[in-house]
């Protein structure tokens, strides 16, 4: 195993919270749990046999067994304020809600557990323990009915204004999809979910025409393949690929180096001042190993590697035409997908 990929796992290594949960980074503004961020970092071990896959979806199980009562009501009754949602921000240890204002309208969240459940027992993890793990999946299955996922606008997956997301739609529905063989999942359920795919394609939102977050679609939901796929990764390349990573969609203003004059602004006003997230070139590489391009793969993974810095880490994002990078690093998510692809390109080799 190469220097670099050893250092991505010591890195896991170091963000893994005694109960099987991931802390985003050890920055101060990410020291929380939440529930994506350790969805991606335990897609590594899914092929591993060392119990630490299982030993992280045991951990969402239990947290949604300690707030069951609130997914109860919303199978049947829709969600109206944002707390009302199943959060998708904890506290580290105790992994706890925050009483804190917060876009905890994320279906892809969910979705994303669904989907890690379901895949990891189609490759023989032991996740489901007792009849009360399959009742709170199931539960999970009609809290997205019960909220529309398919017509419900969500913060999605950067946590921001309210939109229907194809990203978060797709995860939703590649979640169900995964889950069929477990809990049952009515058939209208997920073909809802495509429709609205349909609809969208090839856009992320209403606001966004293309964003980083639909490379989920490709890798790991595999929701888009072929032709499709390819559309949406010309449209990310040509609009979204930067020098050191990629931005998450053209005019973000979260790390832009003019934020200091507010968010407040319309999405053109930040255009070429967007921050360059690192784990977009590895996502890319993932997305062409579905595609099949194993040269352009390749191309972004070296890419990747020369991103890093010496320990290893990855930093969450560099500032726009900047080798300056901000605190949170490194950022488990980026470390995670470059294990994910260095694997399977080593693989393939």
């Known amino acids: 195993m190469g220097e670099k990929l050893v250092n991505s796992y010591q890195i896991l290594d170091s963000l893994r919270l005694p109960n099987g949960l991931y802390l985003a980074s050890l920055s101060k503004d990410y020291e929380y749990v939440w529930l994506r961020d350790s969805f991606y970092m335990s897609l590594p071990y899914l092929t591993k046999n060392d119990g630490i896959y299982e030993k992280t979806y045991h951990r969402i199980l239990d947290l949604f067994k300690e707030y069951e009562w ?51 027992k189609k490759v023989g993890k032991s996740i489901i323990r007792d009849t009360k793990d399959h009742e709170i999946i199931q539960k999970l299955v009609w809290y997205l009915n019960c909220v529309h996922y398919w017509e419900d606008p969500d913060n999605g997956m950067w946590e921001e204004w309210r939109e229907v997301h194809s990203s978060s739609v797709g995860a939703c529905v590649a979640g169900l999809e995964a889950v069929r063989d477990i809990v049952f999942v009515p058939r209208e359920l ?25 490379m989920s679609l490709i ?95 990855l930093p969450e994002l560099y500032f726009a035409g900047s080798s300056k990078y901000n605190t949170n690093t490194p950022l488990g998510w ?16």
């Open 70 to 120: 609130k997914i109860d009501i919303h199978t049947r009754q829709r969600p109206r304020e944002q707390w009302e949602y199943i959060h998708a921000r904890y506290s580290a240890h105790e992994v706890k809600e925050l009483d804190v204002p917060w876009g905890h309208a994320q279906h892809d969240a969910i979705g994303a557990v669904l989907w890690g459940i379901g895949t990891g």
């Open 190 to 214: 997920i073909l809802n979910g495509y429709k609205t795919l349909a609809a969208l394609f090839p856009r992320e939102s209403d606001d966004r025409p293309v964003d980083l977050a639909q």
């Open 219 to 313: 890798f790991p939901y595999r929701v888009l393949f072929g032709d499709d796929a390819r559309i949406v990764l010309q449209q990310i390349e040509t609009n979204l690929l930067r020098e050191r990573g990629v931005i998450r969609y053209q005019g973000d203003s979260y790390y832009s180096t003019i934020e200091a004059e507010g968010r407040h602004h319309t999405l053109t006003y930040y255009y070429g001042t967007e921050a360059e997230w690192t784990f977009g070139y590895p996502w890319l590489a993932l997305c062409y190993l579905e595609l099949g391009d194993f040269s352009k793969a390749k191309q972004y993974l070296e890419q990747t590697e020369k991103l890093m810095l010496e320990d290893g880490s």
């Open 334 to 349: 980026g470390s995670a997908l470059y294990i994910l692809a260095k694997e399977k390109i080593e693989q393939l080799h």
